[in-house]
């Protein structure tokens, strides 16, 4: 199984400019999570989806933050506009309903916002 | 007060050394305890997982968790260079609800 897909691995862009990170979550599974890693933070969730329709989305930080998931196989996370402050390793985690809480993870985009 | 707290690190101990590593937390709906391991630029993956209160072993991993105390732990027996990594706890309320992370701390384990 090819497990999370994550793309682009690394991001580096302007201030001010769009930036929409991409996932493929494992097929199959019925949950997908979008997290943020910082060293000052940790990990924190962002929103998640369950069946395709976002359960909780008190984690996204502003209104520059968008995500959206058209179908069971990808689900996009859009930054607009960004800033320096989101810079940070982004991950996108997926989990069965038959599998309690056991997230897997994608291998990360670490987006760099100059 | 956060969550989940856990010992900020970095952690550095000899080869076959006994590793104990702790979080505590704030809600009592957490029911679901769990430990990921991350190596450097990789993504957490699964290490252990708990419900509710009690201990679980795998192989040289052990996790504890008491709730009465509002405090889990991971032990790792036998300490090898290949558990160096970050180790973060995580626990939620019940089966496929958010979970919320510790921030994790940064084992080495010296040859």
Partial sequence: DAGV????????????????????PISGHNSLFWYRQTMM?????LIYFNNNVPIDDSGMPEDRFSAKMPNASFSTLKIQPSEPRDSAVYFCASTSNH??????????????VL | QKEVEQDPGPLSVPEGAIVS??????????????????????????????????????????????KSSK??????????????????CAMGPGANSKLTFGKGITLSVRP
Avoid at chain 2, 76 to 88: E, G, K, N, V
Wanted: some cysteine; charged content about 20%; proline content about 4%.
């Fill in chain 1, 5 to 24: 897909i994550q793309s682009p691995r690394h991001e580096v862009t302007e201030m001010g400019q769009e930036v929409t990170l991409r996932c493929k």
């Fill in chain 1, 41 to 45: 933070r940790g990990l924190e969730l």
């Fill in chain 1, 99 to 112: 599998e309690v809480d056991t997230q897997y993870f994608g291998p990360g985009t670490r987006l760099t």
């Fill in chain 2, 21 to 66: 590593l702790n979080c505590t937390y704030s809600n009592s709906a957490f029911q679901y305890f769990m430990w990921y391991r991350q190596y450097s630029r990789k993504g957490p993956e699964l290490l252990m997982y708990t419900y509710s209160s009690g201990n679980k072993e795998d192989g040289r991993f052990t996790a504890q968790v008491d």
């Fill in chain 2, 71 to 88: 405090y889990i732990s991971l032990f790792i027996r036998d300490s090898q260079p290949s558990d160096s990594a970050t180790y973060l």
